[in-house]
C-alpha cells in the first residue's frame, strides 16, 4: 500500500471508531432517555392512582350519605305508620274495656 493507502486505511478506521463512539452516545443518551420516561410514568401512575382513589373515596361517602338519607325517610315512614297502629289498638282496647265494664256492671246489676 502506498502512503495515499494507509491515509485511506488511517481514515477508514477513523470512521469506524467515531461511528462507534457516535453509537455508544446514542445508546447511553436512549437508555438515559428511557429511564426518565420510565420514571416520568411512573411519577404519572402515580398521580393517577391518587387522584382515582380520592375520587373513589368521595363517591362512596356520597353513596353512604344518600343510602342513611333513604333509609331515615323509610324509618320515619315507619315510625308513623307504628304511631297510627298503636293509636288504632289503644282506642280499640278503650273501647273495648267500657264494653267489658258495661258488661261487668249489668251482670252485677242486673
Do not use: H, P, W, Y
Not at 495515499?4 to 443518551?29: C, R, Y
Not at 382515582?52 to 315510625?79: C, D, F, R
Amino acid at each position: 500500500m502506498g502512503q495515499e493507502g494507509d491515509k485511506m486505511a488511517l481514515e477508514i478506521i477513523k470512521n469506524i471508531a467515531d461511528a462507534e463512539q457516535k453509537s455508544d452516545n446514542i445508546k447511553t443518551n436512549a437508555l438515559a432517555q428511557a429511564q426518565q420516561f420510565m420514571l416520568e410514568g411512573d411519577s404519572k401512575c402515580k398521580e393517577v392512582f391518587t387522584k382515582a382513589n380520592k375520587e373513589v373515596k368521595i363517591t362512596s361517602i356520597k353513596l353512604v350519605e344518600e343510602a342513611v338519607n333513604l333509609a331515615q325517610a323509610e324509618v320515619s315512614t315507619i315510625l308513623l305508620e307504628a304511631d297510627k297502629n298503636c293509636e288504632m289498638i289503644k282506642n280499640t282496647a278503650s273501647q273495648k274495656m267500657s264494653e267489658a265494664v258495661d258488661e261487668v256492671v249489668r251482670k252485677v246489676v242486673g
